[in-house]
């Protein structure tokens, strides 16, 4: 199996800041493009930003400028360094990672369990 866990999500004041962090372990072939969603209550999960294998990302427009992707391969850990946070990104953010567990199989995709992230005064 495969899992994916987050860490670094808190509280914080607008216009600071919090690197988030995925780690993805177990049956491991490749991994593929990873990313970051997030879903606020009683809204549906968007994309906030994706990074190939290759270290080409995609941002959602209202976080671009602000948030920063990267990930490294040998560690098979994904950060999202988000600075000048807005209230309006209070959420919670999940890690996604699309994963080939062997050379023979399809990969598939993988979901953590996700980190509360809160920007409030």
């Known amino acids: 199996q495969v899992q994916l866990v987050e860490s670094g999500g808190g509280l914080v004041q607008p216009g600071g800041s919090l690197r988030l962090s995925c780690v993805a372990s177990?049956?491991?072939?490749?991994?593929?493009?990873m990313g970051w969603y997030r879903q606020a209550p009683g809204e549906q999960r968007d994309l906030v930003a994706t990074?190939?294998?290759?270290?080409?990302?995609n941002y959602a427009d209202s976080v671009k400028g602000r948030f920063t992707i990267s990930r490294d391969n040998a560690k098979n850990t994904v950060y999202l360094q988000m600075n000048s946070l807005k209230p309006e990104d209070t959420a919670v953010y999940y890690c996604?990672?699309?994963?080939?567990?062997?050379?023979?199989?399809?990969?598939?995709?993988?979901w953590g369990q996700g980190t509360q992230v809160t920007v409030s005064s």
């Open positions: 996604n990672a699309d994963v080939k567990r062997h050379v023979l199989l399809k990969s598939s995709y993988y």
């Open positions: 177990g049956s491991i072939f490749s991994i593929n493009t």
């Open positions: 990074i190939t294998s290759g270290g080409s990302s």
